[in-house]
């Protein structure tokens, strides 16, 4: 089955870029009938939806995040990336990439191990 | 924008059912997914689509949806159950997705 893996800094300082990729392995991000998203969880506390991306592009984002971020898949190197403007400490999380099926209604039915983004001066 | 709603804790004792309940305007017109995370773990998959479970998800893993309310029912509950549990739909009104605030399921 895919499995996915995050990579990108740990740590960051306000007001710079958070930028993290997700690469998929075991199965192909062109294959249609699925979107590749982005989750982040703070520490202790709930799942947050950041945005998803269909193979052509196509990007779906959360409207309370959508100023300040960018979904961008590479299917050459079997990769989508984030990007998220102007982090604060707010922005620290643990974030996490996830494939979404189409049918049944985009459940997240495989997710990377996640990654801690610390954003701290 | 659409509210997902869960208690934010639910205890039970090993080998009876725990009940964990999504609550939302009319939810039982959208496709309902469930999610165990365990400490230090990504979420889990365990119902999609309100009531399939992904291969390899044992049998007392189960899940309704009807009215105002989504129930994840887990039977014979055992330790390894104690998790946190997400649900989570797809919005089409907004196109976006929506995840309830999770519970944690305590196995006494």
């Known amino acids: 089955q895919v499995q996915l893996q995050e990579s990108g800094p740990g740590l960051l300082k306000p007001a710079e870029t958070l930028s993290l990729t997700c690469t998929a392995s075991?199965?192909?991000?062109?294959?249609?009938?699925?979107?590749w998203g982005w989750i982040r969880q703070p520490p202790g506390k709930g799942l947050e939806w950041i945005g998803s991306?269909?193979?052509?592009?196509?990007?779906n984002y959360n409207p309370s995040l959508k100023s300040r971020v960018t979904i961008s898949v590479d299917t050459s190197k079997n990769q989508f990336s984030l990007k998220l403007s102007s982090v604060t400490a707010a922005d620290t999380a643990v974030y996490y990439c996830a494939r979404q099926r189409v049918e049944g209604w985009y459940p997240f039915d495989f997710w990377g191990q996640g990654t801690l983004v610390t954003v701290s001066s | 924008s659409y509210v997902l709603t869960q208690p934010p804790s639910v205890s039970v004792a090993p080998g009876q059912t725990a009940r964990i309940t999504c609550g939302g305007n009319n939810i039982g017109s959208k496709s309902v997914h469930w999610y165990q995370q365990k400490p230090g773990q990504a979420p889990v998959l365990v119902v999609y689509d309100d009531s399939d479970r992904p291969s390899g998800i044992p049998e007392r893993f189960s899940g309704s949806n009807s009215g105002n309310t989504a129930t994840l029912t887990i039977s014979r509950v055992e330790a390894g159950d104690e998790a946190d549990y997400y649900c989570h739909v797809w919005d089409t009104s907004s196109d976006r997705v929506i995840f309830g605030g999770g519970t944690k399921l305590t196995v006494l």
């Open positions: 075991r199965g192909s991000i062109s294959s249609s009938g699925y979107y």
């Open positions: 991306i269909y193979y052509s592009g196509s990007t």
